[in-house]
């Protein structure tokens, strides 16, 4: 199954100048979404993986149906003042400002073994925040997974050049 024909492109959004790739429309369709974890769960299975950290939005749709599908707990990261008790946060840069991610200090820890998803590497800002703040939990980060993947922007090279795997089922040239 072609996955990269359900993504759909919309030129000039949020920004002029930008192609923003719409996951919904693989998510809207049932077979495709289906084909999906299943192509993730067969790559990342035998790969040591404890836990399945989700990136707010869409990384919890991804992560949590592979969490489901692998039979692995799943870890929200989540945008600041969403989870309920004590957390830790990691600030980071984007285009056009700072955000800051957060994740329970209880949710994993010593011999975890995590995989962070989330459905698109862009520029790597999200990506990073939440490696960091697997790690500052004491767990290890046993990879990144990705829907998509926008090389010209170098995030899934910053992934690998802190020594993780960086995997995505697709990319697209350009931004």
């Given at each position: 199954?072609d996955l990269?024909?359900?993504?759909r492109?919309?030129?000039?959004?949020?920004?002029?100048?930008i192609?923003?790739?719409?996951?919904?429309?693989?998510?809207?369709n049932a077979?495709?979404?289906?084909h999906?974890?299943d192509?993730?769960?067969?790559?990342?299975?035998?790969?040591?993986?404890?836990?399945?950290?989700?990136?707010?939005?869409r990384?919890?749709?991804?992560g949590?149906?592979?969490?489901?599908?692998?039979?692995?707990?799943?870890?929200?990261?989540?945008k600041?003042?969403?989870?309920?008790?004590?957390?830790?946060?990691?600030?980071?840069?984007?285009e056009?400002?700072?955000?800051?991610?957060?994740?329970h200090?209880?949710?994993?820890?010593?011999?975890?073994?995590?995989?962070?998803?989330?459905?698109?590497?862009?520029?790597?800002g999200?990506?990073?925040a939440?490696?960091?703040?697997?790690?500052?939990?004491?767990?290890?980060?046993a990879?990144?997974?990705?829907?998509v993947?926008?090389?010209?922007?170098?995030?899934?090279?910053?992934?690998?050049?802190?020594?993780?795997?960086?995997?995505?089922?697709?990319?697209?040239?350009?931004?």
């Open positions: 199954m990269k024909s359900y993504i492109t919309i030129p000039n959004f949020p920004k002029k100048g192609l923003f790739r719409d996951v919904t429309t693989l998510f809207n077979d495709a979404f289906s999906m974890v192509v993730f769960a067969k790559y990342w299975t035998n790969k040591s993986i404890t836990a399945i950290a989700g990136i707010d939005a990384g919890f749709i991804i949590g149906a592979l969490a489901f599908k692998m039979n692995l707990p799943f870890v929200a990261l989540r600041k003042g969403k989870l309920p008790f004590d957390t830790i946060s990691k600030e980071f840069d984007l056009y400002g700072t955000a800051t991610l957060e994740v200090k209880d949710a994993v820890g010593t011999g975890d073994h995590v995989l962070i998803v989330d459905d698109l590497i862009a520029t790597g999200t990506a990073l939440g490696i960091d703040l697997i790690k500052a939990l004491d767990a290890e980060v990879g990144c997974a990705f829907l993947d926008l090389p010209d922007l170098s995030g899934s090279s910053k992934i690998r050049n802190r020594g993780i795997e960086s995997h995505a089922l697709m990319a697209f040239d350009g931004h």
